[in-house]
């Protein structure tokens, strides 16, 4: 039997899960998974190290390393190319309204200073 994939913790869904360039896009669409989307958020915003990262998402290093990259590469495209950039799928568990959430503030986020607070 195969092993169940562990599923990756994710707070809350994104504001916005689909972006599209005002001037000069391109007509490819990138789809960015909803667990790359969360690593994104906690390193690159809130400032988390990778080993943050995972015990946030209760999975190993390792798997953040991977799903990271994978993120960042695809950010790069959108931003390079002028790529449409939807968020949506992936493997996860949504913290906001599940039995037990990670406690860490988890809801849609605001744009106003929240993250930095956040830890
Ligand atoms: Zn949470």
Do not use: W
Request: charged share 30%; glycine share 8%.
């Amino acid at each position: 039997m195969p092993r169940p994939r562990k599923c990756r913790k994710v707070c809350a869904m994104p504001r916005s899960n689909r972006f599209v360039p005002l001037y000069g896009g391109c007509s490819e669409e990138i789809v960015m998974t909803v667990d790359e989307y969360e690593t994104i958020r906690l390193i690159d915003l809130a400032g988390y190290t990778q080993e943050e990262c995972a015990a946030q998402m209760e999975v190993a290093r390792t798997t953040v390393q991977g799903v990271y990259n994978e993120a960042r590469h695809k950010v790069a495209e959108a931003l390079v190319y002028g790529k449409m950039l939807t968020i949506a799928g992936g493997d996860y568990d949504l913290c906001e309204g599940s039995a037990n959430p990670c406690g860490k503030k988890c809801h849609t986020f605001c744009c106003k200073k929240e993250q930095a607070k956040e830890r």
